[in-house]
């Protein structure tokens, strides 16, 4: 008997292979769990970062609007839940790490994180609430996919490095304790009861590209 066709999110996973697998060994994740990541470097993400969240958790609230709208109550409450998991709790590790690295919190949004932003709460606002989440999907799918690949390094390193606090710090909270928690199933359940099309997901797809 054949196996069953895979389903369209893993033709979708499938198909990124191979810039998967380069994310994976991406030079500044590898240098943080190793310990030889520059502090600067660290310092410009967490900043950009902290930028990025409040976007971030602004599409999900305005999602959680259009699902409560729809109808679709459960999925509404799940993504301000979610909302003020990157408002609330990311933002107290941001804080944090600010304190401890001596950071400015007044930066400005640099280009890239102003047009990923831009463009994100574009098609949020402008587009169904389908296409909305598929476009905040790369933060949920590929922060899930690379924070279990950074425990496992870092398992694997085990006590042989040492790295500052604060990239501990980050690894546990950000990847391990938050974001695995908001894991991709959720967002394709949501998916499927709201009987999104292929071709809604590629459209969603495609505005984040």
Known sequence: MSPPPPTPTK???NAA???IAVTEKHPFLVAMVDGTLDIDPFKYYVVQDAIYLTSFAACLNLLGDKLEASGHDAHSKRMRELAVGAEEDEKALHRGVFKQLDIEATSEAMP???LYTANMTSVVATRPAAEGLVSLLPCFWIYWHVGKKMLELRDRLGETVG????YDAWIDSKLKL???QASPPFVFDFLRSSECTEETI????SRTT
């Open 11 to 13: 033709r979708f996973w």
């Open 17 to 19: 292979a191979d810039l």
């Open 112 to 114: 890239h994180t102003l």
């Open 163 to 166: 790295r500052p606090s604060s």
């Open 178 to 180: 938050h974001r695995l």
């Open 202 to 205: 590629l459209r969603g797809r």
